[in-house]
């Protein structure tokens, strides 16, 4: 039986940072994706991703994020490509809109450089936004893109480079703890481990039946449209956003790496669903209407023909913040998941998360926000 260190299951977003920071300090790990890597089914395609300093979410994630930055500029100088394009970020609102209150609110606590910019202003400034008051942006020039397949494959080419092995097509089955360790089953074979790390994805409540309830996969839609004016959805002209309007959030992207300029709504039509494998994955004209009603209203010059379509999976928790945290019955093994539509951008610090977790059972980052137990206390409330 084949023994390792640190067995990842998952190689996705979170799991490729992980095997690549575990593989860089010498600990001998194994990662395992029950899909090809990359693939289409799973949380982290669909070519980019947004990330942001003035976190309307909760001003909590913007250390992490300063350190995200640190790493992912790290990998770029590593693997010698370009995965973060800043175009700036806007998040769009009205003034006592969480995505517009919360970034103005992050982007004070932590002294982040921003401006907000009515309508007008930010038409001329970047002519393909065509947004009407009482909207208010609050810009943050540090925003911009990571190239998310690109981001994996960086990872995962840093692991396999300082010695990890990782192996597509093979997925776990189970695993059982064992005096001095965990054996893992998967649909090739069986291995050793001193510790275990689950970052499955929407996968995750299927292999920790404590987390039902706590990780909920949800259908999501992408849509890229023709713009008219072209010269406005350029990376150089238009910045990634967030919108919170009267039909919903929504986020967008200008023009990147296949034709056409991107949106997609938050909780698209909340169809939330049980078996990942079993996702409907087509887009139907229900899921394009709209979308591009919204664009049509607020991006006009953006309103041309639809490029392309594409499915991809949320994992939302009841509160939106993540779980990073050891498994409630096995302190070897430890979950990452529910990263509720706004993990990507923090794939490299959290592989570092993780691999503090697996080699020390501890990391200097301050991870309580993302304690499991937060909702069991919860129920027991
Ligand atoms: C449409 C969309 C837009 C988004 N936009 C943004 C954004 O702009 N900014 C942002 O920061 N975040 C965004 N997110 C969220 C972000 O993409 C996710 O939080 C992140 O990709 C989650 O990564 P993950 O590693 O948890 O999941 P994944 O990348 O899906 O990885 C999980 C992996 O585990 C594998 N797996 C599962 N079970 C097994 C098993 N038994 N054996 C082996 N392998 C297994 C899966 O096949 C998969 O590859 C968006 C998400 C979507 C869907």
Known sequence: MEAYDVIVVGVGGMGSATVAHLARRGVLVLGLEQYDIPHDRGSSHGLSRIIRLAYFEHPAYVPLLHRAYELWWALEREVQERLLIMTGSLDIGTADSTVFGGALKAARLHHLVHEVLEPEALRRRFPGYGLQAP???????????LAAERCLVAHVNTALRHGAHIHGREALQGWESRGDGIV????????????????????THRLVTQCKGMLQP??????????????????????????????????????????????????????????????????????EAILRAFVRRYFPDGDGPTLSMHTCLFTNT?????????????????????????????????????????QDGSTRHDISLFRATRFHQEVRA
């Not at 909207?135 to 893109?145: A, F, I, K």
């Not at 893992?184 to 996968?203: F, I």
């Not at 238009?238 to 919108?243: E, I, R, S, T």
């Not at 509160?319 to 990263?339: E, K, L, M, Q, S």
């Open 135 to 145: 909207l208010l942006g609050l810009y943050q020039p540090q925003g911009g893109l």
């Open 184 to 203: 893992v089953r998967t649909s090739r074979g069986t291995y050793r481990a001193q510790r275990l790390v689950l970052t499955a994805g929407a996968w």
């Open 218 to 287: 949800e259908r999501q839609v992408m849509i890229w449209m023709q713009p008219r004016v072209p010269a406005h959805f350029q990376i150089d002209a238009f910045p990634v956003f967030n919108m919170a309007v009267e039909e919903g959030t929504f986020y967008g992207f200008p023009i990147y790496s296949i034709p056409g300029f991107k949106c997609a709504r938050w909780h698209h039509l909340e169809q939330a669903i049980d078996d990942p494998a079993r996702l409907d994955r087509d887009c139907h004209p229900e899921d």
């Open 318 to 358: 009841p509160d939106t913040h993540f779980v990073i945290d050891a498994h409630p019955d096995d302190p070897n093994v430890f979950i990452a998941g529910g990263f509720s539509g706004h993990g990507f951008k923090f794939c490299s610090v959290v592989g570092e998360i993780l691999a503090d977790l697996a």
